[in-house]
């Protein structure tokens, strides 16, 4: 009986032995997992951090470009606004100019036609009018 007790303790002990080396290597994956996992952090972090500069910067010239544009377009309207108020005021100053024309064309007329006429009493005053045959009938 003595020789299985040794027996099973010499079977526990390097089961023991087993258990722990297994252990321990599967500790040292695991450290080098660990390990490799920090140093891809550390990597990635090097280069996240260049390039979230970088997209900052994209972003407030995007901001700039966008405001930039923005004030290119109320630029523009108020130009297009300047620029049809000018086609307006001078629509309108050619239709004055062509009322004014029209006007002064029928008031010269209106004028030289009332000339005509004084000229026309002037010369009838002066020429003697021979009496009409109904004037000499009336006067019978």
Sequence with gaps: MYGLLVAVTVLMSVTLVVL??????????????????????????????????????????????ISSARNAVESAGRVAGAIERVVEGKTIADAA?????ASRSTLVSIVEGVKEALRAFKAAKVEPREPSEQEDKGEQ
């Design 20 to 65: 722990i080396v297994g252990v321990a290597l599967y500790v040292r994956r695991i450290t080098q997992a660990v390990r490799s996992l920090d140093a891809t952090l550390a990597d990635m972090r090097r280069e996240i951090v260049p390039l979230a500069g970088d997209a900052r910067c994209v972003l407030q010239n995007a901001d700039g470009l």
């Design 97 to 101: 100019g062509r009322v004014a024309s």
